[in-house]
């Protein structure tokens, strides 16, 4: 018989998947294609549709500009359809130019001067780069950063003593004294519970028992990772490995590089009771110091200190930088992870298709809106630099053709165009069913 129950929940996490990452997706596209719309209509090129989603139009009107905005059945992209355009990946109206006056033929992509087209192919990355910038700005303008003290700002709960209270001021630890978060946690990484903290509060030094600094403190769960298929949640502690005591976070981390593939039972506390789950470890390719990609065996879990210290606010200009900087590391990290996987040194399972990101998104969406925002952040600059590669039908691809025309002073003939266009849409196509292959594939 079927389980009616399980069946109803796959469905309802299934919906609750697709509903995010439409979410996601269209934040991400109308982003990028407003991009190509709104440096266009600067460099004098008249965008005739804008659409979120293709196929059957559901909301539409034209603005003052003579512009079509509509959002479409299938919120799976969108585009911006330029005057002369046939199609959305803007190939040229063989039937409509030749008929269009000079005047009219500068309003098109076809008509436009050199630098005018490039702007405005380049325009979506950019904006997509602009969009995670701004993203990644507002998350560390919301957290803060750390203003120098050890006063405990927040703490989560976790097993066995715990004499800290929030407001407390750490002065020492099993009576060494700290100055600062980097010496804090260098001492608070050989340790056993309970741990002897001096503290300042209510202007008295204080003696207290409490956890030690990092324990196995689960603070976020990795999407589409064996914590997260196990169940395993952000505020959990792993108490137990196959029967082993696990005193800090570092030392799951040992156990679990060492585990070579075997499945694991984890005993964890959540909110005062135990519960067992048992999970796998798989080989992730993560960016080493050096700048290459190495295979680890990770659950997928994130830890912490279970006491967050005070901080400060983040000034704009340190938060933009960072978030600048954040940005550029996805890019050149994207750039060498696929470098790897097209020698060989990393696995192809470690790309991402529509499938596994949809799944991502769902999943992120279920651990809160800053996890799912920081997706977003990430997801744009993906989608930025994949729309610079130099395949036709991208906006790379319309790039190289500029750079092309400007080498030899005339562009590419409709019939070379259309060629190009169909090799280009075949590439894009097959690099997706692979990648889709490639997430069912994989464990």
């Given at each position: 018989?079927f ?10 996490g299934f ?6 990452f439409?979410?996601a ?13 709104i440096?266009?209509r ?11 989603g ?13 512009t079509r905005?509509?959002?479409a059945?299938l919120?799976f992209?969108?585009f ?12 040229p ?5 030749p008929?269009?006056?000079?005047e009219?033929r ?13 702007a405005?192919?380049?325009?979506g ?7 995670s910038i701004?993203?990644?700005c507002?998350?560390?303008?919301w957290?803060?950063q ?9 703490l989560?709960p976790?097993?066995?003593e715990m004499g800290?209270?929030?407001g407390?001021e750490i002065l ?14 260098t001492?608070?990484?050989?340790l056993v519970?309970?741990?002897?903290y001096?503290v300042?509060?209510?202007g008295?030094?204080s003696f207290?028992l409490?956890?030690?600094p990092?324990?196995?403190?689960v603070?976020?769960v990795?999407?589409?990772?064996a ?9 959990d502690?792993?108490?137990?490995i196959?029967?082993?005591?696990i005193?800090g ?12 593939g075997d499945?694991m ?8 009771t135990e519960?067992?789950v048992?999970?796998t470890?798989?080989?992730?390719a ?12 990770l659950?997928?879990i994130?830890g912490?200190?279970?006491f967050?210290?005070?901080?400060d606010?983040?000034?704009f200009?340190v938060?933009v930088l960072a978030?600048?900087?954040?940005t ?5 990290l ?8 097209v ?5 192809a399972?470690?790309?991402s ?9 769902g999943?992120m969406?279920s651990?809160?809106a800053?996890?799912?925002?920081a ?7 993906a989608?930025g630099?994949?729309?610079l590669f130099?395949?036709?039908v991208?906006?790379g691809?319309?790039?190289l053709?500029?750079?092309y025309?400007?080498i ?6 409709d019939?070379a ?12 196509l097959?690099l ?6 490639m997430n069912f594939?994989?464990?």
């Amino acid at each position: 018989m079927f389980d009616m129950a399980a069946l109803s929940a796959s469905f309802g996490g299934f919906i609750w998947m697709i509903f995010f990452f439409i979410i996601a997706l269209s934040v991400i596209v109308a982003v990028h294609e407003y991009g190509h719309y709104i440096v266009g209509r600067w460099c004098g090129i008249h965008a005739e549709v804008f659409s979120v989603g293709f196929g059957t139009v559901l909301l539409t009107r034209v603005d003052r500009h003579g512009t079509r905005w509509q959002f479409a059945a299938l919120p799976f992209g969108g585009f911006v359809r330029f005057k002369g355009d046939a199609s959305a990946a803007s190939a040229p109206n063989a039937a409509l130019l030749p008929k269009l006056s000079a005047e009219e033929r500068r309003k098109t992509m076809h008509g436009a001067p050199i630098w005018a087209r490039a702007a405005t192919s380049a325009a979506g990355p950019v904006f997509n780069f602009i969009l995670s910038i701004v993203l990644y700005c507002g998350l560390f303008m919301w957290h803060g950063q750390y203003d120098g003290s050890l006063k405990i700002a927040q703490l989560t709960p976790v097993p066995g003593e715990m004499g800290l209270q929030i407001g407390d001021e750490i002065l020492a630890v099993e009576g060494q004294e700290v100055r600062s978060y980097e010496e804090f946690a260098t001492i608070g990484q050989a340790l056993v519970a309970p741990v002897r903290y001096t503290v300042m509060r209510d202007g008295r030094r204080s003696f207290v028992l409490g956890p030690v600094p990092f324990p196995a403190l689960v603070v976020q769960v990795q999407p589409r990772s064996a914590a997260i298929q196990a169940g395993l949640q952000a505020g959990d502690v792993i108490l137990r490995i196959d029967g082993l005591a696990i005193n800090g976070f570092s030392e799951l981390q040992q156990i679990v590089a060492e585990a070579d593939g075997d499945e694991m039972g984890f005993s964890v506390w959540r909110a005062g009771t135990e519960l067992d789950v048992r999970l796998t470890a798989k080989s992730v390719a993560i960016p080493s110091a050096n700048g290459d990609f190495v295979n680890r065996r990770l659950v997928g879990i994130s830890g912490g200190s279970c006491f967050g210290p005070s901080t400060d606010p983040v000034p704009f200009s340190v938060a933009v930088l960072a978030a600048a900087e954040r940005t550029w590391s996805i890019i050149t990290l994207s750039i060498a992870g696929l470098k790897q996987m097209v020698f060989g040194s990393i696995s192809a399972c470690n790309i991402s298709g529509p499938v596994a990101i949809a799944e991502t998104a769902g999943q992120m969406a279920s651990q809160g809106a800053i996890p799912f925002v920081a997706l977003i952040a990430g997801l744009s600059t993906a989608v930025g630099l994949m729309n610079l590669f130099p395949i036709p039908v991208l906006d790379g691809g319309h790039l190289l053709f500029c750079v092309y025309e400007a080498i030899t002073g005339h562009k590419p003939s409709d019939s070379a165009l259309q060629i190009l266009m169909t090799i280009g849409l075949f590439l894009v196509l097959s690099l997706t069913t692979f990648a889709v292959v490639m997430n069912f594939m994989c464990p």
